[in-house]
């Protein structure tokens, strides 16, 4: 049988006393264990890995951290078809499953099948780079520069200065707006409660078949969010007055875009599994981790 796969927060004194516990308790099942050694300090009886040789098959990978780290994990999995249990050592903890006190419990349920999975919409975002003297603007196959997924959500913002630039937006070919903002993010239902919140976009139930164009910080009173259809190809243009714009994929990954970069965001075809809680609906998500409808 696969190994179950582990990834730690890093920082965290009390994760690696919790993955001791969890890897003891699924010995005595006669189930082995691989632990990513990056960046934390394991003990010499624990069977590790490093990123770059984690196998393609596992029988799941437990994330012990927080959203950050379950977003890492997803990072890591890419298109393989496993699951991810994760086990909140964080603040907010939105797609964990699992309190530390819970977790050997909750575990052991997931190996014997007895925790449900929900299947979550990721994202996939193309970096397309056109040759200067090509007059067609539009991106071609080997125009491809950089592919990534997020569970999350896409952004384009400029961080190096306090300014406004230009961000041309269009959604399955239709020209959306010109954009003059500190940036525009994309986001997925999951995402909705993330970065998305925090610019003022609205909340998705997870199951959505949907998209959030949240700009950030737009200066204008019109710009508002836009919610599209899930399977639909949203293109980013950043202005021609645009420098030092970054591309940043779920907060884990970021790269600068070059001059005339075109960055396309669709529904990626291969979800993310996540195992959920027996007795926690998203709205009591809501209500237990933003103080959904509290009465102050």
């Known amino acids: 049988m696969p190994p179950i796969g582990f990834i730690l ?11 001791e516990q969890l890897v003891r308790a699924l010995r005595e099942r006669g189930q082995t264990e691989l632990v990513l050694r990056d960046h934390v300090e394991l003990p010499a009886w624990i069977h590790s890995t490093s990123e770059s040789e984690l196998p393609q098959e596992l029988a799941m990978l437990v994330a012990l951290g927080g959203d950050g780290t379950m977003l890492y994990g997803a990072g890591l999995l890419g298109d393989r078809a496993v699951s991810l249990l994760g086990v909140n050592l964080g603040r907010l903890g939105f797609l964990t499953c699992s309190t530390p006190q819970e977790a050997c419990e909750t575990l052991l349920a997931a190996l014997d099948g007895k925790l449900p999975t ?4 990721r994202l996939r975002c193309r970096v397309y ?7 067609d603007q539009t991106p071609r196959p080997e125009d491809l520069l950089i592919e990534r997924t997020a569970v999350n959500d896409v952004v384009v913002s400029q961080p190096k200065m306090a300014r406004l630039f230009e961000l041309d937006a269009f959604v399955d070919g239709d020209a959306v707006a ?5 940036g525009l993010l994309i986001c997925t239902p999951t995402g909705s409660t993330a970065y ?12 959505m078949e949907a998209l959030v164009l949240s700009p950030i910080c737009p ?3 019109t710009a ?8 639909s190809l949203v293109e980013v243009r950043p202005g021609r007055d645009a420098a030092q714009v970054l591309l940043t994929v779920d907060g884990q990954w970021s790269h600068m875009l070059g001059p005339g970069d075109i960055v396309q965001v669709t529904c990626s075809d291969h979800p993310l599994t996540i195992f ?4 926690r609906s998203f709205f009591d998500l809501l209500r237990n981790k933003l103080h959904w409808g509290l009465r102050v």
């Not at 780079?129 to 007059?135: G, I, K, N, Q, Y």
């Not at 010109?178 to 500190?182: G, H, I, P, S």
Request: glycine letters at 4%; a positive charge; one cysteine or more.
């Open 9 to 19: 927060k890093r920082d965290q004194p009390d994760a690696v006393p919790l993955c």
């Open 118 to 121: 929900e299947q979550r919409h």
């Open 129 to 135: 780079r056109l040759p200067a003297e090509r007059a």
């Open 178 to 182: 010109t954009y003059r903002a500190d």
């Open 196 to 207: 998305n919140l925090a610019a003022g976009g609205p909340i998705l139930m997870p199951n």
């Open 219 to 221: 200066h204008t009173l």
């Open 224 to 231: 508002r969010p836009l919610v599209v259809h899930l399977r």
């Open 276 to 279: 959920r809680p027996l007795r």
